[in-house]
């Protein structure tokens, strides 16, 4: 019998995860597709065979580490990193007429701030007897390819493992981000051991590049409301401090200080006798708790108890209006999934494989459960007719994984984008 019930249980959640998935009229599926479309940046969507020629140039072990990024941002409640990341495979090319690796800083749009920029360099070829002092051995240095720079600039290790060294590139690939250039040129090496050159790493095993930013359209809005309620409070202490020390004030402090005391003087005997009426009173209404006769024989005030009984039904019809209105059309969340390839995008978005799509539907008739301030004052206010609204009170990010242009995995986060409760505003 139990495992009769397991099956049946299973079969409930099935059903109900499937009622979840929405099918769109093939008009819908035209909007959404070009409103997805305008998001990730393209001009036309790449058809299937060019994005799977693209997919096939990129590394297992560049795909594993974007991956691990995705899953971090879908658990963070704070993006200190930005919104957006990119991981940029490098072409062959020339600095200062040497090979070099050369990666591509114009993909990054110029409204972006940089947040942080990592080369990673992964060395299958370690095996079971590699070791950590291997990957610190490799050293890598940016080219100078600009007017403005001075001379080479060595990156800094951030991290060494088996099979992977990491290095911080932000602050050169910042100055090119800022100076419009075109491209970024890193020359790698090892030091006392000799290194297969730029051709081959291409080739064989090629250092990408992780690039953190941010989008100057989509902030993360508990950053921002952070930054300015930091603001508020630099801005008060700071005008604390500059009229603590006036004389004026001094003088203020002393004879509020001076009527306090003096005031908790005279107001002492006062305090003192409504403290033991305040107990008294406790104590007689202790006793009539306890009296099983109380109140027998009293006069009882019929119009006072008639307006008791009306309010009470008042009350209860008005919880029974509350209880209909919830279940009959009320202000609810409508849950709805799109798959990606219902759109023939699942080529170019990688994950999630659905799009949540869920909305505020259902009427705001009064009277509400929950009264909100905008609520309160359409209801008061006759003569303005703007009905309640539904709408979202709670929302959640949505991450994309996709394919851009030129073939680079970027993962974009919009901080406000997936509805999670509706309430009447």
């Known amino acids: 019998m139990r495992w009769f019930r397991a099956i049946l249980a299973l079969a409930c959640t099935f059903l109900n995860v499937y009622s979840l998935h929405y099918d769109l009229v093939d008009e819908e599926k035209e909007i959404l597709s070009k409103t997805l479309t305008k998001v990730l940046g393209y001009e036309t969507i790449p058809e299937r065979e060019k994005a799977l020629t693209m997919m096939s140039r990129i590394p297992s072990y560049l795909s594993r580490r974007i991956e691990a990024v995705f899953e971090d941002l879908q658990q963070a409640d704070e993006y200190p990193d930005g919104n957006i990341v990119r991981a940029l495979l490098p072409r062959i090319g020339k600095a200062n007429g040497n090979e070099a690796l050369l990666y591509d800083v ?43 720079c001075r001379g080479p600039y060595l990156l800094t290790h951030i991290e060494a493992t088996r099979t992977t060294a990491v290095m911080d590139a932000t602050l050169p690939f910042a100055q090119l981000h800022s100076l419009n250039g075109s491209s970024i040129a890193i020359t790698m090496w090892r030091k006392d051991i000799k290194m297969r050159t730029a051709r081959e790493l291409v080739k064989r095993n090629p250092p990408f590049l992780l690039v953190f930013t941010e989008g100057e359209p989509v902030k993360d809005l508990q950053k921002t409301r952070k930054s300015e309620k930091d603001q508020r409070k630099i801005q008060t202490n700071h005008l604390q401090t500059k009229h603590k020390f006036t004389t004026e004030n001094r003088i203020l402090r002393a004879k509020r200080n001076n009527e ?66 919830k279940k009959e059309g009320g202000c609810g969340l409508s849950r709805r999934l799109i798959s990606t390839a219902s ?75 997936i509805a999670e409760n509706c309430e009447c505003l």
């Open 260 to 325: 306090y005391f003096k005031y908790n003087e005279q107001q002492q005997p006062k305090m003192r006798a409504t403290l033991r009426k305040l107990t008294k009173a406790q104590q007689i209404a202790e006793k009539q708790k306890k009296d099983p006769w109380y109140g027998f024989g009293d006069e009882v005030d019929e119009e006072s108890s008639d307006s008791e009984e009306v309010e009470d039904d008042i009350e209860q019809q008005e919880q029974q209006e509350l209880v209909l209105l």
């Open 343 to 417: 759109l023939g995008l699942d080529h170019v978005v990688l994950a999630p494989p659905h799009i949540d799509l869920s909305q505020c539907n259902g009427s705001c008739d009064q009277p509400t459960k929950r009264w909100s301030p905008r609520a309160t004052l359409l209801s008061s206010l006759s003569s303005m007719r703007s009905s309640i609204c539904c709408a979202p009170s709670r929302l959640s990010p949505l991450i994309l994984m996709f394919l851009d242009d030129q073939g680079n995995l970027v993962i974009r986060l919009f901080p406000r984008a």
């Open 106 to 148: 114009s993909v990054v749009s110029p409204d972006e701030k940089i947040m942080r920029v990592e080369l990673h360099f992964h060395m299958p070829q370690a095996g079971r007897h590699g070791s950590r002092r291997r990957s610190k051995s490799v050293r890598a240095s940016v080219a100078c390819t600009h007017h403005f």
